[in-house]
């Protein structure tokens, strides 16, 4: 799997391959956090961003006869063209990554390079869409197999959903299997947790302020309320950075549960 980058901060052009150990060293400034950033946004974000399109003709079939088979191996052969639209997407959202002004970033580009021989579909898989009524669907693909099953679990009349709702469902479910393995949710670990767990704990003061002003407030006003809590605070971070802090803020809470 290869990564290009291009005009992306100080870098002008930048090439990496990515092994099970990748690791990217330089002097400051030379846009290390700049790779690390823009490669974390974009497995955060692919499943969001990837557009495989469900055929009508399936979503009938499965309303029809209770149950449909869609073969994943067509959409594994055209990844390279999939994986492309899903960075020229992502490279114009690079902005947003990154918390900053789209001006700095309006010629970057992110590009992956992904051969259908290293794709690794998920062997198993098996997961229930429900309402909040009762369970709709059952979509599952076993071991060795290279399509995926849609099973409807209750009467269609009983199903108040428009058919573009039921094909999101469908092509989450293709894009799951078909490249969730091969592109992995990814996780940041700052190498300097004390920095983090303070910068968490100043961002909670915000918390703690707009409650104080609730309370303290006969007659809100809402807009008012919200400018004067977040009066000298600047809560815009990259992505990379806010879901950091999440994960420290949530620390305490994970500490408390037991596992093997």
Known sequence: M?????????IKKAELELGKLT???????TGKTYVTYALYG?????????????PEKDIVTLMEKGTVDIDISPYIKKASDILKDCCNKYSKN???????????????????????????????????????KTTIFK????AGKSHIQITLLTEKENIDLPNFIIGETISSSIKTVA??????????????RTGAAIF?????????????????????????????????????????????????????????????
């Open 42 to 54: 974009f497995l955060e974000k692919w499943h969001e961003l990837m557009e495989i399109e469900t």
């Open 94 to 132: 690079l902005a947003s990554v990154f918390a900053s002004s789209e001006k700095y970033f309006e010629s970057s580009q992110f590009s992956m390079d992904l051969d259908s021989s290293e794709i690794k579909t998920e062997e198993n898989y098996d997961t229930n869409i429900s309402s909040s």
């Open 23 to 29: 690791i990217i060293c330089g002097e400051n400034n």
């Open 179 to 192: 490249f969730s393995h091969t592109l992995p949710r990814p996780f940041i670990a700052s190498a300097e």
């Open 2 to 10: 290869k990564i290009k980058i291009e005009n992306l901060g100080i």
């Open 139 to 142: 979509i599952s693909k076993g």
């Open 200 to 260: 968490q704990k100043e961002l909670d003061i915000l918390k703690n302020r707009m409650l104080e002003n609730i309370h303290g407030s006969k007659a809100i006003k809402p807009l008012e309320l919200v400018l004067d809590t977040i009066k000298g605070y600047d809560y815009d971070y990259a992505l990379p950075v806010k879901d950091n802090v999440d994960f420290v803020r949530n620390l305490s809470e994970i500490s408390k549960k037991e596992s093997f």
